[in-house]
């Protein structure tokens, strides 16, 4: 929460990741990472692309879960 109080834009980029899809947003350790849980891989590149078009993160990636 500190963090978070400190940085509202963590917040913001958690809110927009749900909104555009993703099934939670959270943000890893105490930061700067945010995070987001896609059901599909076309949600996911879509917020990738929305998150990057606004502007508010600094870097943006897409990655897969591994399941060993």
């Known amino acids: ?14 809110k927009m990741m749900i909104k555009e899809g993703a099934l939670n ?17 076309q949600s996911m590149i879509a917020c990738q692309q929305f998150l990057r078009q606004k502007g508010e993160a600094r870097q943006v990636y897409t990655t897969e879960t591994f399941t060993p």
């Open 25 to 41: 947003a959270m943000m890893s350790g105490s930061g700067p990472t945010v995070f987001g849980i896609f059901p599909d891989e």
């Open 1 to 14: 929460r500190v963090t978070v109080d400190a940085y509202p834009v963590i917040d913001q980029i958690k």
